[in-house]
C-alpha cells in the first residue's frame, strides 16, 4: 500500500503540469496581472518571468521582447473589451442603450480594478514619445482600440441619427474619458454615473436640422 501511495503521489504533479497553461499563456496572464495593476515600465522581464514561471529563452521565443509582450497584452485585453461589449449589447436594439453599454461596462469594471482607469489610456500614455519601432507598435495597438469604439458609436449614431455623427461620437468619449479620469482620481464611480447621464442627455437631444 505504501508503494502504491508513493506512485500515487508521483503522479499528482504530473497531472498538474499536463494541466497547466501554455507558457506563452502563463506569459501573457502574468504580464496582464502585473501590467494592469502596477503600470508597463516599472515591471521588468526578471518578475514576469517568477510570476509565470517560464524560462527567459521561452518569452525571447514566443514574444521576441517585453515590447512585444506589452503589444500581445494591449491586444488581448482590446479582445476581451470588444467581446465583452458585444455580449453585453447582442440582445439590445436600441442605440442609446447600446452606446450607454460601454459606461455600464465602466462603472461595474472600475472597482473591480482598484480604479485603474483604461488600460488602453494608461499604457499610451506611458510611451508619450516613441523611440523604437515596438514601442511604435504598443501605442498603435491603443489608437487601434481607440478607433474600434469611435467607429462603433459613430456606426450606432449613423443610423439613428440618419446623418454623418462622428462629432458626436467624440463627444461621448470624452465624456467617457473624463468620467475614467475623475473615477481613478476620487476612487469612486460616482464622475463615470455623472458621464453617463450627461452621454444620455446628448443622446436624447433633437437631431440636428439641415434643411435649414
Known amino acids: 500500500?505504501?508503494?502504491?501511495g508513493a506512485s500515487?503521489?508521483?503522479?499528482?504533479?504530473?497531472?498538474?503540469?499536463?494541466?497547466?497553461?501554455?507558457?506563452r499563456q502563463r506569459l501573457l496572464e502574468s504580464a496582464t496581472k502585473l501590467f494592469s495593476s502596477e503600470g508597463i515600465r516599472v515591471i521588468g522581464i526578471d518578475r514576469?518571468?517568477?510570476?509565470?514561471?517560464?524560462?527567459?529563452?521561452?518569452?525571447?521565443?514566443?514574444?521576441?521582447?517585453k515590447d512585444?509582450?506589452?503589444?500581445?497584452?494591449?491586444?488581448?485585453?482590446?479582445?476581451?473589451?470588444?467581446?465583452?461589449?458585444?455580449?453585453?449589447?447582442?440582445?439590445?436594439s436600441d442605440a442609446d442603450e447600446k452606446i450607454l453599454a460601454f459606461f455600464d461596462i465602466a462603472i461595474e469594471?472600475?472597482?473591480?480594478?482598484?480604479?485603474?482607469?483604461?488600460?488602453?489610456?494608461?499604457?499610451?500614455?506611458?510611451?508619450?514619445?516613441?523611440?523604437?519601432e515596438s514601442e511604435e507598435g504598443i501605442v498603435k495597438a491603443c489608437l487601434e482600440q481607440r478607433?474600434?469604439?469611435?467607429?462603433?458609436?459613430t456606426d450606432l449614431l449613423n443610423r439613428k441619427n440618419g446623418y454623418p455623427s462622428a462629432n458626436q461620437a467624440n463627444q461621448i468619449l470624452i465624456f467617457l474619458d473624463?468620467?475614467?479620469?475623475?473615477?481613478?482620481?476620487?476612487?469612486?464611480?460616482t464622475p463615470l454615473v455623472t458621464a453617463r447621464d450627461l452621454a444620455k442627455q446628448l443622446l436624447g437631444e433633437p437631431p440636428a436640422d439641415y434643411s435649414i
Open 48 to 65: 514576469i518571468l517568477r510570476e509565470a514561471d517560464v524560462a527567459k529563452a521561452s518569452l525571447y521565443s514566443l514574444f521576441g521582447s
Open 178 to 189: 473624463g468620467g475614467l479620469s475623475g473615477a481613478q482620481l476620487v476612487r469612486d464611480v
Open 147 to 153: 478607433r474600434w469604439m469611435h467607429q462603433t458609436i
Open 8 to 23: 500515487d503521489g508521483k503522479r499528482k504533479p504530473a497531472s498538474r503540469r499536463r494541466n497547466r497553461p501554455s507558457p
Open 1 to 4: 500500500m505504501s508503494t502504491s
Open 109 to 132: 469594471e472600475e472597482p473591480k480594478k482598484d480604479f485603474r482607469g483604461s488600460h488602453f489610456l494608461n499604457a499610451a500614455n506611458e510611451y508619450p514619445r516613441p523611440e523604437t
Open 68 to 92: 512585444n509582450l506589452v503589444i500581445a497584452y494591449v491586444e488581448n485585453l482590446d479582445q476581451q473589451y470588444r467581446e465583452n461589449w458585444q455580449s453585453r449589447t447582442a440582445t439590445m
